[in-house]
C-alpha cells in the first residue's frame, strides 16, 4: 500500500535555531518527491522536488535530502524565523499508467517562537 | 500569472442546500484535481481530470459529490445536499500532464455546513 509517514507530528523551537522534518514513505514506483509548505489559511506552496537520482535540493534555508534506497527523505531548515511556522507536508509521487499520483502524509506542523 | 483561481474563499451554508465551488487552473495546463482537507484526515484526493476528462474519481465520497470540466479553464465541484460532515477546506490543484511538473495549489475554499 503506497504510504508517507511524517515525524514528528509536531514541532517548537526557538527562532534562529535549526530542525529536521523526516519523511519514510512505502510509495512504488517512485517518482518524486516533494516538500510543501503550507501557511495556515493558504494553499500548500513547493519547496523542493526531487527526483530518484537526486539526494539533496535546496531552497534558501531549506534543504530536503533523499535516500532512495531507505526511502526515506528529509528537510532541514536553518537559522529558522518565526514565518517558517507552518504545517510541511511530505508529497510522493507514484508513477501510474495514467500520469502520476500524489501520495500525502499528514504533515508536520512547525511552530518557531521568539 | 496569477495562479489557480477559486471561488468562493468561504462559504458557509445550511444543511440540504447545493454548493458549487469553483475553479480556474493555471492558463497551459491540462492537469486538474479536486481536494479536501480536514484536521483528522489531512489532503484526500477527490478527483483527477486530464485534457477536461476524469481520470480518477475513486476519491469521490459518495454520490452528494460531482465535479465537472466542461473547458480547459474551469472546473466546478458540486455537493447536493450538503451535510455538515462535509465541512472541509476544498482545495483545486493544477500541473501539466503525466509528470505533475509545475504542481500549484489554489488557496482554497473553506465550507463550513450548518
Known amino acids: 500500500k503506497n504510504q508517507v509517514e511524517q515525524s514528528p507530528q509536531s514541532l517548537i523551537i526557538l527562532e534562529g535555531k535549526n530542525c529536521t522534518l523526516q519523511c519514510n514513505y512505502t510509495v512504488s514506483p517512485f517518482s518524486n518527491l516533494r516538500w510543501y509548505k503550507q501557511d495556515t489559511g493558504r494553499g500548500p506552496v513547493s519547496l523542493t522536488i526531487m527526483t530518484f537520482s537526486e539526494n539533496t535540493k535546496s531552497n534558501g534555508r531549506y534543504t530536503a535530502t533523499l535516500d532512495a534506497d531507505t526511502k526515506q527523505s528529509s528537510l532541514h531548515i536553518t537559522a529558522s524565523q518565526l514565518s517558517d511556522s507552518a504545517s510541511y507536508i511530505c508529497v510522493v509521487s507514484a508513477r501510474m499508467e495514467y500520469g502520476n499520483k500524489l501520495v500525502f502524509g499528514a504533515g508536520t506542523i512547525l511552530r518557531v517562537k521568539s | 500569472d496569477a495562479g489557480v483561481i477559486q471561488s468562493p474563499r468561504h462559504e458557509v451554508t445550511e444543511m440540504g442546500q447545493e454548493v458549487t465551488l469553483r475553479c480556474k487552473p493555471i492558463?497551459?495546463?491540462?492537469?486538474l484535481f479536486w481536494y479536501r482537507q480536514t484536521m483528522m484526515r489531512g489532503l484526500e484526493l477527490l478527483i483527477y481530470f486530464n485534457n477536461n476528462v476524469p481520470i480518477d474519481d475513486s476519491g469521490m465520497p459518495e454520490d452528494r459529490f460531482s465535479a465537472k470540466m466542461p473547458n480547459a479553464s474551469f472546473s466546478t465541484l458540486k455537493i447536493q445536499p450538503s451535510e455538515p460532515r462535509d465541512s472541509a477546506v476544498y482545495f483545486c490543484a493544477s500541473s501539466f500532464a503525466v509528470t505533475n511538473y509545475g504542481y500549484t495549489f489554489g488557496s482554497g475554499t473553506r465550507l463550513t455546513v450548518v
Open positions: 492558463s497551459g495546463h491540462n492537469s
